[in-house]
């Protein structure tokens, strides 16, 4: 299970580098606030 904590962690670094670039928020409430 560890290894899926790992690919989520590096999906929300990307979407988080890809907000940043784009420039829209996160879509869910609460995150990255």
Do not use: A, D, N
Not at 4 to 13: G, P, Q, S
Request: net charge negative.
């Amino acid at each position: 299970m560890g290894h899926l904590v790992e690919v989520t962690l590096v999906c929300f670094r990307c979407r988080m580098l890809y907000w940043s670039e784009v420039g829209y928020p996160p879509m869910s409430s609460g995150e990255g606030t």
